[in-house]
């Protein structure tokens, strides 16, 4: 099965629709149960349920190349908005070219 290169994924929306689902395969892979908001924006994507029972709050960021070419690192500061900080949602960044996921630590 040929994979789907991210110059294929025309808009931000599809980008955005990939990481998510590949975010889903990849959390249900390690146990954890997914409820997946089902409106197209909010502070969230997905509330999630560790296979220890611990709930988090998750939003899924894209990350790839910048306007000039480069690419963007696992950032700690990438993303989050104040509401977002203030209700400790945790970050799940992608990298579409390497098809791999990491969880976003940050310094607050």
């Known amino acids: 099965m040929k ?33 997946k908001n089902c409106g197209c924006d909010g502070m969230i994507d997905f509330i999630v349920r560790d296979p220890e029972g611990n709930i988090e709050l998750v939003d899924v960021k894209t990350f790839g190349l910048d306007t000039r070419g480069n690419r963007t690192s696992w950032s700690k500061t990438v993303g989050r908005t104040a509401a977002q900080i203030e209700a400790n949602v945790k970050l799940l960044g992608f990298r579409p070219d390497k098809r791999k996921l990491k969880w976003v630590e940050h310094e607050e």
């Open 3 to 35: 994979h789907i290169s991210i110059e294929d994924m025309k808009s931000l929306s599809r980008k955005g629709d990939f990481a998510e689902y590949y975010a889903i395969t990849w959390l249900w892979d390690k146990g954890w149960e997914v409820f």
